[in-house]
């Protein structure tokens, strides 16, 4: 049996090496080996959200996922077919204008929506 602390980094380990922001259920499938449980994930990521190691990344339409907050700014990608979401990285130079007169920018998220690189492939094939 793992110690606490090995889960716990495994988790980190994970977050660190995606291309995304993952659900609770991808982290336990990408650990299935450890034989790590799903209520286990849920508590590390609790834990993790409470001490700052994680962040929650709420997306339209999807369930609530999960990166490492040591992560710079960034935006995301979402594929509307097998539903993966990947980070997208790069600055929205002029965002600012898009902001209404009078009005104070604090923060903004961006969210991309399509197909993926897998999803574009297998459709042309399918095609």
């Not at 992560?71 to 594929?79: E, S």
């Not at 077919?81 to 604090?106: A, H, M, Q, S, Y």
């Not at 923060?107 to 042309?124: A, F």
């Amino acid at each position: 049996m793992r110690r606490h602390a090995d889960y716990r980094q495994l988790i980190r380990d994970v977050l660190r090496d995606a291309a995304g922001p993952l659900t609770a259920d991808d982290l336990r499938t990408a650990l299935v080996e450890t034989g790590i449980g799903i209520a286990t994930v849920y508590r590390h990521l609790k834990a993790g959200l409470h001490d700052g190691d994680f962040v929650s990344v709420e997306l339209p339409d999807g369930p609530l996922r999960f990166e490492s907050a040591s992560r710079p700014h960034h935006h995301y990608f979402a594929c509307t077919r097998c539903e993966k979401v990947f980070d997208v990285e790069g600055d929205l130079d002029g965002i600012e204008r898009l902001v209404p007169t009078g009005f104070e920018l604090n923060d903004h998220e961006v969210i991309l929506s399509g197909l993926c690189r897998d999803c574009v492939s297998s459709y042309e094939r399918e095609c």
